[in-house]
């Protein structure tokens, strides 16, 4: 059941990087990098996607990926044991507070216009929130 989890886990870290790798180069899914902008910065953020941003950004999301997947049991674990631990659950909770905290902050903020707030509440935090319970399950096993 674990390797299922953490399967499950490992693949949505990994298509959220790839997502992020994509961006570096392409504003798709959206026409072009203002519309990519506003909703995934709130604003019409100057030069947005940086690309280097955008490729440590994926970087990042696929070393989750990899953690969480040698914690399950998918892949094997390099060096010390306690770290993959460590690393699951520093990436559950930074997934977690990403999905509970950061809605509130941004409605407090209240500058983030109305493309950003509506793809965060329906995608941005559900994915965190799920991703983040996932990490944690792994982590905690």
Not at 5 to 10: D, E, H, P, S, T
Not at 59 to 84: D, E
Not at 125 to 136: A, E, K
Request: hydrophobic fraction near 55%; aromatic fraction near 8%.
């Amino acid at each position: 059941m674990m390797e299922i989890v953490g399967l499950l886990a490992a693949a949505g870290l990994a298509a959220a990087g790839a997502l992020h790798a994509v961006w570096a180069f392409s504003p798709w899914p959206a026409a072009d990098r203002t519309t990519l902008a506003k909703v995934v910065l709130g604003d019409e953020g100057e030069g947005f996607p940086w690309a280097p941003a955008c490729v440590g950004m994926a970087a990042v999301l696929a070393g989750a990926g990899y953690v969480v997947a040698a914690r399950s049991g998918l892949l094997p674990v390099i060096g010390p044991r306690q770290l993959y631990t460590v690393g699951a659950w520093t990436i559950a909770a930074g997934l977690l507070a990403r999905g509970s905290v950061f809605p509130a902050v941004i409605t407090l903020r209240g500058r983030s216009g109305p493309e950003f707030k509506t793809w965060d509440l329906r995608v941005y935090t559900p994915v965190c929130l799920v991703l983040g319970g996932l990490s944690l399950a792994v982590a905690l096993n």
